[in-house]
Each structure stands twice: as structure tokens, then as C-alpha cells.
């Protein structure tokens, strides 16, 4: 048989979390050894770094090489070890027919040699193979297994990434990422959207942990996690209170979360290009005013016709209303009733998780005592008897749930009227517009008395909220 003058060397390893591919380099470099000792030229070797070859994932190098081996391009193949090249029997196979179609028999590894045009040879490559995948199996188990036990110990997952509002270690609290979590946390809970808050960090040049420029799925992924709650997820199921501190509550992690799934159900995404955009009412027929440029003039029109079924009989210029309202709604945020209103609004929100509590636990119950019925712990009678009380309990809770408002949207900014005054030019349209809804239910604009006259305020009626 003559000397491989085309040989491929293939190389792989399945995890490399530091991405220096050290093992990788040792595979080459013991192939390098064994093809010079025979005499073997290489005419290309095949990398996958960083890749399973268990798990069934694409492998470019490799199917790159079983390309070049079809179109008779290499006459030899050298591996470290027959795992490097697959660990799945069904691979092995779909390796030997090629091999087999394209006349190439030697296939050399550094422990040990398969010839693969006899039956001896395949045969101790598919024991390889099996075996190989047996222990791959195992592996993968054993896996999944310490990523549960650590997941329901409280600890850190794995990955190289550290997560924005930690340290490296993944448990010790950076504060001051905290706070900016912390910050945008009470913004979407007033209503500003996440589009909005991606581009402020960006424009305060404020990286994410990876150095990275913000996106709103960015924003988004760190506010959905578990993790700023104090919380271990697992397979994207939470499993229990992790063992470092939280950045929020668990409760605002609810509210959270209401508020995402309702921007969704809602579908808004045309960015706000008006501050008062949905918030006010025709004085004559109680219909919406939309925005309306003309020209060079921002207005908010009461429009006729089969898609609004307003009068036409009301106009304002969209300036100067919107100043007056932003001035009342900061005047507002300062005085003592808004400082009582938002206890009141706190103390709803405590009852609100006490009652998410009480409702998880009972579905509990009610789960557990399905699963005892039909394990055969109890009879009908007695589950049937257990679970009237229950479901008569979780349909209470419901009620009261839905009776009870659970919003933080003034936490932050009820006292700060000045404050917020102050920066008011600063801040983008969404977080102003935020803030006014946060106070302000509507204002009704009634008719212009004089036509083409000078703004009356007059013609501002507002509704508060509170």
C-alpha cells in the first residue's frame, strides 16, 4: 500500500470555555508527530473547536473533510482518538460509506489504527463508536444532573459571561449596576418602553457586562431574569431562592412582568413622536384627539370621519398644552396628597403578593392532590372533598386580584417634581410621557372661544389619576 500524499487530520473538542483551544492543539500537534513518523504528507487538517460531536450539532470542518474525501481529495485520515471523529454509531456508518465509495482505507489514531476495508477493522470501529457514545451518554447525564443540583443549591450557572448587575463571581452584588437596574426597573414599571431605556444607555455610554451596545432584547432578557430577583432558574423554570442577594424585589418582579406581557398583548411598538399622545379628549363630542402636523406646526385634532368618529370641531396647537400639562404634573407630583395617595397605592401592592402567594400555593395543593388521586393515595370522595374548598379559595383570590391595582409606577417621582423639573428637557419623550400618564388619567381640550387667538389655558381640563 503507498504512502498517503493527500492525508487529512482531524481535530475536535467539545467544550472549550476559555476559548484559547489548548486541546485542540495538542490534538494537532500529537497528528503532526504520528504522520511525519510514517511517512504520511498532510495535505489539510480539519478543526472543530468548541463542538460536540454527541449532540448532533453541524460540524463544519468535519463535513467540509467528508466533502473533500467524497471527491477523492484525500487518501488518508489521522485523528487523536476515534471519539474525535464521532461518538454517534449512526455517524460512523455514513464516515465508512464514503470512505468505502471513495477507496480510502487508513484511518490512523494515535493509540491505535482501523483499517476500514475489512471487516475486522469495522468491527472494532463500531465497537469504538458504541462505546463511545455510551460514555458521551453518560456524561451528558451526569451533566444535566449537577446543573440541577446547583440550580435547586442556589449557585451560580456556568458560562463565561458575567451578568450585568454582578461580579465575575456571579454572586457578589456591583452596585453600581444595581442601581441602574434598580432605575430601569421603576421606569418600565411607569410605563416607558424598553426601546426607550435601550437608547438611553446607549447614549450615557453605559456598556453591558460584555462591553457591549445595548439592544432591547438586551434590556429585556435582564429584566425577565430570575437572577436580579434573587432567584435560581433552570431550564427556564425557577427553582428556588438563590444564594445570592437580589436586586429587586420579588414582588416588583411580578409587576415586571405584568407590565411586559401587557406591552405585548398590546403590540405597541410606533415610537411615541407626541408627548400627549392618547391622553386627550374632545371638549364637544368626548372622541380622542390624534396628533396632526400641518405644515410647521405640531396640532392634536379631533378628526371626523368612518376611522375616528370625532366632531372636527376641536383643535389645539400641541405646544403650549403640552407644557401647561407637564408644569401641573410636576406642581402635582410635590403636594401632600400625592404623598398619601402613593402609601395607599404601596399597601395595595403588599396585599397584591400576599394574594399571588396564596393563589400559588393553592394551585399547588390542587396539582398534589390530582397526582395523589391518580396514584391511588386516595379515593374520589376524598379528593372531590379536598378540592371544593380550594377551588372556592382560588376563585375569592381571583376576585380580589382583580380588584386590586398593583402598579409602582409613582414610586420614584412622587416628591421629586423639582427635581424632575429640572432635567425634564433632558429626558428622552417616552420617560416624560411616562411620568404624565403616571399623574394624569386625561385632560379634555373644550373649543377655542376666538378662533386663531392666543392659547387659553382655560381650555385644558384635567383628570388625574389621583
Not at 456508518?93 to 483499517?115: H, I, K, N
Not at 442601581?179 to 411607569?190: K, S, Y
Amino acid at each position: 500500500m503507498t504512502e498517503p500524499r493527500n492525508a487529512a487530520i482531524y481535530a475536535r473538542i467539545s467544550s472549550d470555555p476559555t476559548g484559547q483551544a489548548l486541546g485542540i492543539s495538542r490534538q494537532l500537534e500529537d497528528c503532526r508527530r504520528l504522520a511525519h513518523e510514517r511517512g504520511w504528507t498532510v495535505a489539510e487538517e480539519y478543526v472543530d473547536n468548541d463542538i460536540s460531536a454527541y449532540s448532533g450539532k453541524s460540524r463544519p470542518a468535519y463535513h467540509r473533510m467528508v466533502s473533500d474525501i467524497q471527491a477523492g481529495a484525500r487518501d488518508a485520515v489521522i485523528v487523536y482518538n476515534l471519539d474525535r471523529l464521532t461518538r454517534r454509531p449512526v455517524e460512523l456508518e455514513q464516515f465508512v460509506e464514503v470512505c468505502e465509495g471513495a477507496g480510502l482505507r487508513q484511518l490512523a489514531t494515535v493509540t491505535a489504527d482501523v483499517d476500514l476495508g475489512n471487516d475486522d477493522g469495522l468491527f472494532m470501529a463500531r465497537i469504538f463508536a458504541a462505546f463511545a457514545a455510551k460514555e458521551s451518554g453518560r456524561k451528558s447525564e451526569r451533566l444535566r444532573r449537577k446543573a440541577r443540583q446547583n440550580a435547586e443549591a442556589g449557585k451560580p450557572g456556568g458560562g463565561p459571561n458575567r451578568p450585568f448587575g454582578y461580579e465575575a463571581d456571579k454572586i457578589t452584588v456591583n452596585p453600581v449596576e444595581a442601581e441602574l437596574i434598580q432605575q430601569i426597573v421603576r421606569r418600565v414599571l411607569a410605563g416607558e418602553s424598553i426601546r426607550s431605556i435601550a437608547t438611553w444607555l446607549d447614549a450615557e455610554r453605559i456598556p453591558t457586562s460584555a462591553g457591549a451596545e445595548w439592544r432591547t432584547s438586551t434590556v429585556r432578557m435582564i429584566l425577565k431574569s430570575p437572577r436580579i430577583a434573587g432567584l435560581r432558574s433552570h431550564l427556564g423554570e425557577v427553582v428556588g431562592p438563590a444564594i445570592w442577594d437580589p436586586i429587586i424585589t420579588v414582588e416588583q418582579r411580578q409587576q415586571l412582568l405584568n407590565v411586559l406581557a401587557a406591552k405585548i398583548a398590546t403590540g405597541r411598538r410606533t415610537p411615541r413622536s407626541y408627548l400627549l399622545s392618547g391622553m386627550l379628549r374632545c371638549g364637544k363630542c368626548g372622541g380622542r384627539l390624534f396628533s396632526s402636523p400641518r405644515e410647521f406646526e405640531r396640532r392634536y385634532v379631533c378628526l371626523s370621519g368612518p376611522d375616528h368618529r370625532g366632531c372636527g370641531g376641536v383643535t389645539v396647537t400641541a405646544p403650549p398644552v403640552e407644557e401647561w400639562i407637564a408644569a401641573a404634573v410636576l406642581y402635582r407630583l410635590d403636594t401632600p396628597q400625592m404623598g398619601d395617595t402613593l402609601t395607599g397605592r404601596l399597601a395595595n401592592d403588599a396585599r397584591h403578593s400576599e394574594l399571588l402567594e396564596q393563589l400559588d400555593r393553592d394551585q399547588a395543593k390542587l396539582t398534589e392532590l390530582a397526582e395523589m388521586w391518580a396514584d391511588g393515595e386516595i379515593s374520589r370522595a376524598e379528593w372531590k372533598a379536598a378540592r371544593e374548598p380550594l377551588d372556592h379559595r382560588i376563585k375569592t383570590t381571583d376576585r380580589q386580584l382583580s380588584q386590586i391595582t398593583g402598579t409602582t409606577a409613582l414610586e420614584g417621582i412622587v416628591g421629586h417634581g423639582q427635581e424632575l423639573r429640572e432635567r425634564w428637557d433632558e429626558m428622552n419623550l417616552e420617560r416624560q410621557a411616562a411620568i404624565v400618564a403616571a399623574v394624569l388619567d386625561h385632560a379634555v381640550i373644550n373649543p377655542a372661544v376666538v378662533k386663531g387667538g392666543k392659547f387659553n389655558p382655560n381650555r385644558i381640563v384635567p383628570v388625574w389619576n389621583l
